[in-house]
């Protein structure tokens, strides 16, 4: 017998149950957005208190702080005293003493702190006209009085509003997993790469992070939800990048011409190990039929932005256009400048041409690029005529067309909203995408994520 898999847990609701039912609990759980076993294990605690350090009341030493679990035995807001601010004083007691817990304008612990409810205690511990007290603790709510002693106690996340005590979702939870037991959790990830992963099973894992026996515990199934959560995101975007190559139709662009020989050619230094081994990976991509989402990281210096050009001068070579977004007008004059620098001398084979070649124009386009300047830019951009585009938002701006964009270079992208790249993209001919090269110095999770 195969083991459960979440789209069967999610088939099956909490009401099954024997401790939620279909009265107000059920109703209870449903408002927290629980409404099957699958969102139930799915629920996990928001913190855990390790009974294995508590103090007893009369071990506690003042000075220091210390947690201590006892039951309320009383709660009372004495009366104000002119400008005294409102007080909140809770007494617990675990058997070896008493402790008060001292709360200042915060009315909603009275209703909070009911006695007969045990509540884990956690502050500086000090003594107050002879009896020992905390002043503004953390308080976690445990549960009813006759709950069973464990060492690792789950907190589960609450809320005023919804009548859902931490205690009754550890016992749904502790009935879920008990009628789990008999088949299991299946696990998507082979025993081979947990093993080589440090990583224990789906099932270990979803026991351990609501039950767990020690903190070690707790830490390798949180450890391994983790490892599950990224995962899925990455199965996902996979999944997309699959579908985007299904059905997207690129450029196939020569790789092999002339004008990207020229560029290496006309350079006073020889391309780095790494420069080269990143062309000829973009290069590759360049060449499919799919339009290409790459990111280029590199430290400041490392060589991106010849990167970037001889990927933009393989689509003019075509015939096409290049283009390269900044998110500043500076960094975009930045970019204009060293690119007319690189480019310094390097002319474009034209057979049209009476000498066989033409000059290669780059063009900047900012909000400051005003009037005749302008207008003669973006002409050229209409036309074909400007054969790489430097520019900010203004590049993606109503008005401006391209002739046929074959590739698109976005610096530092995380700077830059959805709605901003796509509006780059579309500015490709008809149903064929430009291909798409991302760079950064500063590789975060978000950047990779979007390319």
């Known amino acids: 017998m195969s083991g459960l ?9 909490v009401e099954r149950l024997r401790t939620v039912g279909t009265g107000k609990r059920l109703e209870s759980f449903r408002k927290f957005g629980i409404t099957n076993l699958h969102e139930l294990l799915a629920h996990y ?23 201590v679990v ?20 809770a007494v617990i007691g675990d058997g070896t003493g008493r402790l008060s817990l001292v709360f200042f304008n915060q009315p909603w612990r009275e209703r909070q702190l009911q006695p007969g409810t045990w509540v884990a205690a956690f502050g500086r511990v ?47 939870v502790e009935e879920t997993l008990a009628r789990c037991r008999e088949r299991g959790f299946d696990d998507p990830v082979p025993a081979e790469v947990r093993e080589r992963l440090g990583l224990v099973s789906r099932g270990e894992a979803l026991r351990c992070i609501h039950v767990p026996e020690t903190m070690v515990e707790k830490h390798q199934a949180r450890r391994r939800l983790a490892f599950d959560e ?21 450029i196939r662009h020569e790789v092999d011409g002339e004008l990207v020989h ?10 780095t190990g790494a420069q080269r081994r990143a062309i000829a990976e973009i290069e590759r991509y360049l060449a499919g039929p799919h339009p290409m989402h790459r990111l280029l990281q590199g430290d400041v210096g490392a060589g991106k932005t010849l990167v970037a050009v001889s990927a933009m001068l393989t689509a003019v070579q075509g015939g096409h256009q290049g283009a390269l ?9 930045q970019h204009a400048a060293g690119v007319r620098r690189l480019l310094q001398g390097v002319t474009v084979p034209d057979e049209g041409s009476l000498f066989g070649d033409r000059p290669l124009r780059v063009e900047l386009l900012t909000n400051r690029i005003a009037g005749n300047e302008r207008r003669d830019v973006l002409a050229g951009l209409a036309d074909g005529s400007v054969d790489i585009a430097i520019g900010t938002h203004a590049l993606i701006q109503e008005g401006v067309e391209f002739h046929s964009l074959g590739v698109v270079v976005v ?41």
């Open 325 to 333: 977004m900044a998110p500043t007008e500076v960094l975009a004059e």
């Open 126 to 172: 000090s003594r107050f006209q002879g009896a020992k007290q905390m002043t503004a603790p953390t308080i976690d709510v445990l549960g009813a009085p006759d709950e069973r002693p464990r060492p690792i106690v789950p907190i589960y996340p609450q809320s005023e509003k919804i009548d859902l005590p931490s205690w009754v979702v550890l016992r749904a």
């Open 45 to 67: 605690p928001r913190r855990w208190v390790d009974r294995t350090t508590e103090a007893t009341v009369e071990s506690a030493l003042e000075g220091t702080d210390a947690l």
């Open 70 to 89: 006892g039951e309320i035995r009383s709660v009372q807001a004495p009366p104000r005293r002119g400008k005294a601010p409102a007080r909140v004083v």
């Open 230 to 250: 990224l995962l899925r995101v990455q199965l996902v975007l996979v999944m997309r990048k699959r579908a985007l190559e299904r059905e997207s139709r690129g």
């Open 5 to 13: 898999t979440l789209p069967e847990l999610a088939a099956l609701g």
């Open 411 to 451: 610096d530092e992208q995380h700077r830059f909203g959805v709605e901003q790249r796509a509006a780059l993209k579309a500015k490709g001919e008809g149903s064929v995408e430009p291909d798409v090269l991302v760079m950064t110095a500063t590789p975060i999770p978000r950047t990779a994520a979007m390319t």
């Open 262 to 271: 020229r560029l290496r050619a006309a350079l006073p230094y020889e391309l």
